[in-house]
């Protein structure tokens, strides 16, 4: 140990040195009064280091001595860290050892397997490096006699190897030393320190022995062939095939590489492959047959016919011995099995199918006949791939083994395709287990090309369709336009393929109140069938079409030719495709009723008009001028329908003693009184009341291009709504009714109507959707949902809050005619003008009447008229009570009384009721004292069960028509409107109503 300056030692100073599980001391020897102190360690047993050093940096320790340097004072130097420089570990490399190497593991570098000759190298492993001196050796158990491994190499490693040279005799199933003493160590074997290693072994097959760490088997018995077979079945076999043939050894043999054996086949020799069975006492061979190959009873060519390939050896390395027997002889192949080489194959000639030409779909079975050139017997299950769409399908085997002909069956799946059924390609038959001849050679399966001579498609017509047909359009080959009661509408319906009907499908059409069915009428075996609907009584529609998606009805059912159910799916209604879109039918088969001031007419089913009441200028368009209905026998089957040509009338309207009907072709005629020129014909002459005048009757000109859609008559005058949402009126405009701004009369003259006649101005940008005319007056719903009249007003009966009539003048219409106030955010949905007073039903089902109020007609129990001053409309005008829980649907304004058709469909009037219009059995007028509306103002009886879907008011009557589609008419009869064939009043007095009130007979 170094100082930096002389040290002076008293005692015995010690190092405490690091020397494993017990530190040992190094004792001060010499080197006081010098820079250098040296100890001495003397190692102990058990004592251990890598590297010896002291402990730690305070190791040092002068004990009961002292330490000093030159000026005497005492010190304990800090000693440099272990490990670091200047330590005695850095500057030296002292190893301290005195533990005795032992043996950690037995093992080989030899291969693990079976040796039956040559050396084997074992290596003996120690815990350290060792020194041989001599020739340690390794006692083996090798059966009858041990064999020693004797040392090789190793000196001065921790491994030592042996060498075991094999000897004949010598066995092991797993090589291993004796013992735990069978080493011996020579000379010796130490460690570098000198340490005798200790030799005790791991007990033989335990862990780190050479029995577990190995598998090295001795072995030296010489395999031989025993015997030469087969495992395939004596038969006859063709090109193709192959024979499976056994050799059977000795004792188990390895195979390493591949052995073969030489076949006699005739002008060629064959070579079976070796194929399995290494490791076994049974090797396989595989024998493939070849065209040309032939033989009677199959051998090998001789008894050198067997090579080994790289090797055949046992389990311990040794060579078998491959010498077979003589050909022929007890146990070779020829002697054992009688197995027949034979290489002529059948070839499929044809292939059809006796299942009928057509359209096939799921479930459907196709029996498929493959034929050959010679009976072929079939083993397995056999397929033929079809050609079906997206996947291909397999037609299994069910019949034909021992014949020349195979059946196979194809069932149609869902998803399955074809235009012209047939195989996939030339190779679709498979032979499932096999087919073969009587001699065995597997038949050849190429068939013909697919669509070629003798293939499937060639020779039949089979379609396989999973698709279902679909509803592709719905139309009709009937002529846009207006159908009548009795009218047939043809239908056709378009599929995307050609079905087959079964039984009588269905089309249900939504026509109003009960929904129709049109009945399939042809077209099976096509892609369109023909529906055809018959219009009944009381069939509406604005534009037909069906009711739903679902409406199409299979009868029994519709089908393509392969039997799949159509896909009945409609368009929706009105959508492209549909009936509704691909035509403009409209179907008007119902009664509708109008009244004039003295006469009605009923619009019939079947569109023609009968009329009946005052006929005084011809207003029933019957060639003369007698009333109607007034006498018996003038109504029923005496009643003749109006003339008018071959057109039907879509909607009629009456005036004072004239009728209009808006007809089929969108024309307008009119006819009856024509003093103001209200018949549009540029005269004053009256039309209807002479015969021929109703045939030769002319269509109101109301210009160039244009059409009505809707007609309203007054008393002296008419108006249509046209096509273009525009109005025009003609006839008497005293008051304004005409809505031009003046009281010139129009369509008395020539040159008045057509382009000449000009439209009511509305307002800026206005248009109308209704029109409704009675007695002196015109209103109009327009396309903001206002409503606007004109005309007569000196009640207020225009709505304006003034008695000025309106559109007598200038500056009185359009922008300058402010719409009807309802209340706040209410519309009108239907007008009706009494003489001096007009209703109202309104969007929320209430009703309100303003103008006159002689005699009560605005239901608001006074007299006091409404409307002529400025502040009674709008919020301030009361909604007329109709009782509780009750609205309207529809009002009707007679000439000085009102009626109102009510949800449930009964009728309450009220007002003047001189002739009983009221309905209430006497004379009493209604609504102009307190108490008298609402639910003391009872619904009249219009018979048992009966209700009303329409009401229609005249100058003092008033007719119902009724859910049965009569009709009822009571009050004033002077002209006889009632049609009763008399003149006298009815609902004046009591018990005339209900069911005492008969339906008026319109004949069939």
Not at 273 to 289: E, I, K, N, Q, R
Not at 654 to 683: E, R, Y
Not at 770 to 787: E, G, H, K, M, P
Request: charged fraction near 10%.
């Amino acid at each position: 140990m170094t100082f930096a300056s002389p040290i002076t030692v008293t005692g015995v100073p010690t190092l405490t040195l690091e020397t494993g599980s017990t530190d040992q001391t190094a004792s001060y020897s010499s080197g006081t009064g010098t820079t250098e102190l040296t100890f001495t360690y003397t190692v102990q047993e058990g004592d251990t280091s890598p590297d010896l050093d002291y402990v730690d940096t305070s190791s040092l320790s002068a004990g009961t001595g002292t330490l000093t340097n030159l000026t005497g004072n005492s010190l304990t130097p800090t000693l440099p860290a272990p490990g670091s420089t200047g330590s005695l570990g850095a500057n030296k490399a002292l190893v301290i050892d005195t533990t005795a190497p032992t043996v950690t593991n037995v093992s080989s570098s030899s291969t693990d397997g079976t040796y039956a000759t040559g050396t084997l190298s074992i290596q003996v492993t120690m815990s350290e490096p060792v020194t041989v001196t001599g020739t340690p050796t390794l006692t083996l158990e090798t059966g009858t006699t041990d064999r020693t491994a004797s040392y090789a190499s190793g000196t001065g490693t921790t491994e030592l190897t042996f060498t075991y040279a094999i000897q004949s005799g010598d066995t092991s199933s797993d090589l291993d030393y004796v013992s735990t003493s069978s080493l011996s160590a020579g000379t010796s074997l130490i460690d570098a320190a000198g340490n005798n290693a200790t030799l005790t072994l791991p007990t033989p097959g335990a862990s780190g022995s050479l029995g577990a760490n190995k598998a090295l088997v001795v072995y030296t018995t010489i395999p031989t062939v025993t015997n030469v077979t087969s495992s395939t079945s004596n038969a006859s076999f063709r090109a193709g095939d192959s024979v499976s043939i056994q050799i059977t050894f000795s004792q188990a043999v390895t195979v390493v590489g591949s052995p073969a054996l030489t076949l006699e086949t005739g002008t060629t020799d064959r070579t079976a492959t070796y194929s399995s069975g290494s490791g076994t006492t049974s090797l396989s061979f595989t024998y493939a047959v070849q065209s040309g190959d032939t033989s009677s009873d199959l051998d090998f060519v001789g008894t050198t016919s067997l090579s080994a390939g790289t090797s055949i050896k046992n389990a311990y390395g040794t060579d078998a011995n491959l010498t077979l027997v003589t050909p022929g002889a007890a146990g070779s192949l020829g002697a054992n099995k009688a197995i027949i080489i034979d290489t002529t194959s059948p070839t499929v000639t044809n292939v059809t199918s006796s299942t009928s030409n057509g359209s096939y779909n799921a479930a459907d079975t196709i029996s498929i006949q493959v034929t050959f050139s010679e009976v072929i017997n079939v083993l397995g299950a056999p397929t033929l791939t079809v050609e079906t769409g997206a996947t291909d399908r397999a037609a299994s085997y069910t019949s034909g083994t021992g014949t020349s002909e195979l059946t196979f069956t194809y069932t149609v799946q869902a998803a399955d395709a074809s235009s012209d059924l047939d195989y996939i390609a030339t190779s679709p038959l498979t032979a499932g287990t096999s087919i073969k001849d009587a001699a065995g050679n597997d038949a050849t399966l190429t068939l013909a090309t697919p669509g070629a001579s003798g293939s499937l498609g060639a020779n039949k017509a089979i379609v396989i369709d999973n698709t279902a047909p679909t509803v592709t359009n719905v139309t009709s080959s009937t002529s846009n336009g207006i159908y009548f009661f009795g009218s047939s509408v043809s239908i056709q319906v378009t599929f995307s393929e050609a079905v087959t009907v079964t039984g009588t499908p269905t089309l249900t059409l939504e026509t109003g109140t009960t929904d129709r069915t049109a009945s399939y009428a042809s077209g099976s075996t096509t892609t369109e069938l023909t529906f055809t609907y018959t219009i009944e009584s009381g069939d509406s529609s604005s534009d037909l079409d069906y009711v739903a998606t679902t409406s199409l009805s299979a009868g029994t059912s519709i089908q393509d030719t392969a039997g799949n159910d159509a896909t009945r799916t409609l368009a929706a209604p009105a959508a492209s495709g549909s009936l509704g879109n691909n035509k403009a039918i409209k179907i008007d088969a119902t009664t509708k009723i109008a009244s004039g001031a003295y006469h009605n007419c009923a619009r019939m089913p079947t569109g023609e008009m009968k009329c009946w009441g005052s006929n005084s200028s011809g207003q029933l368009g019957l060639g003369h001028s007698n009333d109607i209905g007034d006498s018996s026998g003038e109504m029923g089957s005496s009643m003749t329908a109006t003339t008018l040509g071959s057109r039907k009338a879509v909607q009629i309207a009456l005036g004072g003693s004239h009728t209009c009907a808006l007809l089929d072709d969108s024309t307008v005629k009119c006819w009856g009184g024509n003093s103001s020129g209200q018949l549009g014909q540029g005269s004053t002459a009256n039309l209807g009341d002479n015969s021929g005048e109703m045939s030769s009757l002319a269509a109101i000109d109301l210009g160039t291009g244009r059409t009505p859609t809707q007609i309203a008559a007054g008393y002296y005058h008419s108006c249509a709504l046209l096509d273009n949402a525009t109005i025009k009126c003609w006839g008497y405009s005293g008051n304004g009714e005409l809505g031009q701004g003046n009281t010139s009369v129009l369509g008395d003259a020539t040159g008045e109507m057509g382009d000449s006649l000009p439209t009511v101005n509305l307002g800026t940008g206005r248009t109308a959707t209704q029109i409704f005319a009675n007695f002196f007056a015109t209103c109009a719903i327009l396309d903001n949902s206002t409503t606007k009249c004109w005309g007569y007003n000196s009640f207020g009966g225009a709505g304006q809050g003034h008695t000025s009539h309106v559109g007598d003048e200038s500056n009185e219409l359009g922008d300058y005619l402010s719409a009807i106030d309802f209340g706040t955010g209410r519309t009108a949905t239907q007008i009706s003008s009494g003489q001096y007073h007009t209703c109202a039903t309104l969007d929320n089902a209430t009703a309100k009447c303003f103008g006159r109020n002689a005699y009560g007609e605005l239901g608001q129990g006074n007299t006091t008229h409404l409307g002529d001053n400025s502040g009674e409309m709008g919020e301030n005008l009361t909604a007329i009570d109709l009782g509780t829980g009750r609205t309207a649907t529809q009002m009707s304004a007679g000439s000085s009384y009102s009626c109102a058709l009510l949800d449930n469909g009964t009728v309450k009037c009220w007002g003047s009721n001189s002739y009983g219009q009221l309905g209430q059995g006497n004379t009493t007028n209604l609504g102009g004292a307190a108490g008298q509306m609402g639910d003391s103002l009872t619904a009249f009886s219009l018979g048992t069960g009966r209700t009303a879907t329409k009401i229609t008011t005249g100058s003092s009557h008033a007719c119902a028509l009724l859910d049965n589609s009569t009709v009822k008419c009571w009050g004033s009869n002077s002209s006889g409107q009632l049609g009763k064939g008399n003149t006298t009043n009815l609902g004046d007095n009591s018990a005339e109503m209900g069911d005492s009130l008969t339906a008026i007979d319109l004949g069939s």
